[in-house]
C-alpha cells in the first residue's frame, strides 16, 4: 500500500503562489507517476498536473499551464506543486494521487492511491 499526504493549502491574495507538497510512503516501488487534481465546490474533480518519478516527464492542463509547476524529490518521495499568479478560480481542494506508470496517469482512472486534499482558497 501507499500512503499519500498533502500539505501546503492555505489561504492567499489573488497574484500570489503557494506550493503544495505531497510526501508518499509505504510501498512506493511499483508507482512512477505522481498527479495533482483538483476539485471547487460544485464542480467535478479535474486533473491539474502529473510528473514521472523516474524520468521527470511532466504534463499539465491547460488552465495552469504557464502558472504552475509540478517537480519531485525522488530522495524524499516528494511531489511539489509550485502555483504562481494564483486566481480566484483555482480556489478548490488539491488532491494528491500515485499511478503505476506515467502512461497511466494520463486518466484519472490510472491512479491507483490517493490523499486527503489540502484546501486552497485564492482571495478576490
Known amino acids: 500500500q501507499v500512503q499519500l499526504v498533502e500539505s501546503g493549502g492555505g489561504l492567499v491574495q489573488a497574484g500570489g503562489s503557494l506550493r503544495l507538497s505531497c510526501a508518499a510512503s509505504?510501498?512506493?516501488?511499483?508507482?512512477?507517476?505522481m498527479g495533482w487534481f483538483r476539485q471547487a465546490p460544485g464542480k467535478e474533480r479535474e486533473f491539474v498536473a502529473a510528473?514521472?518519478?523516474?524520468?521527470?516527464?511532466?504534463n499539465y492542463a491547460d488552465s495552469v499551464k504557464g502558472r504552475f509547476t509540478i517537480s519531485r524529490d525522488n530522495v524524499k518521495n516528494t511531489v511539489y506543486l509550485q502555483m504562481n499568479s494564483l486566481k480566484p478560480e483555482d480556489t478548490a481542494v488539491y488532491y494528491c494521487?500515485?499511478?503505476?506508470?506515467?502512461?497511466?496517469?494520463?486518466?484519472?482512472?490510472?491512479?491507483?492511491?490517493w490523499g486527503q486534499g489540502t484546501q486552497v482558497t485564492v482571495s478576490s
Open positions: 494521487a500515485a499511478a503505476k506508470s506515467y502512461v497511466a496517469a494520463i486518466t484519472t482512472s490510472g491512479y491507483a492511491y
Open positions: 509505504g510501498r512506493t516501488f511499483s508507482m512512477d507517476a
Open positions: 510528473v514521472s518519478w523516474s524520468g521527470g516527464n511532466t
